[in-house]
Nanobody, 118 residues
Framework: QVRLVESGGGLVQAGGSPRLSCAASGSIFSINVMGWYRQAPGKQRELVAS???????NYADSVKGRFTISRDNAENTVSLQMNSLKPEDTAVYYC????????????WGQGTQVTVSS
């Protein structure tokens, strides 16, 4: 079991640069991937960015060059630095991780609202 707790978010003006953080606890030794999804009203949840443990990162095309994901293994946290925010980035942002080996499981944070005002 892995527990994820997010912080950050809130109301931001367009062009702003907030930072989201997520702290993991529990069976953190088994984490394979950590990342962020988001869900806007009336839309499906979509991947924003992910980072494989000790490996590569992946970004949605819509955030490439604006968002940066980072992971601190010592602190068991994953962060999302968001720059040049746009109103269309408004969504609930969820921290997630995949942990375990055959089988592996996905875990989710409670979500944090990011609202970008124009």
């Amino acid at each position: 079991q892995v527990r994820l707790v997010e912080s950050g978010g809130g109301l931001v003006q367009a062009g702003g640069s907030p930072r989201l953080s997520c702290a993991a606890s529990g069976s953190i030794f088994s984490i394979n991937v950590m990342g962020w999804y988001r869900q806007a009203p009336g839309k499906q949840r979509e991947l924003v960015a992910s980072k494989i443990s000790g490996g590569s990162t992946n970004y949605a095309d819509s955030v490439k060059g604006r968002f940066t994901i980072s992971r601190d293994n010592a602190e068991n946290t994953v962060s999302l630095q968001m720059n040049s925010l746009k109103p269309e980035d408004t969504a609930v942002y969820y921290c997630y991780c995949n942990a375990g080996t055959q089988p592996s499981y996905n875990y989710w944070g409670q979500g944090t609202q990011v609202t970008v005002s124009s």
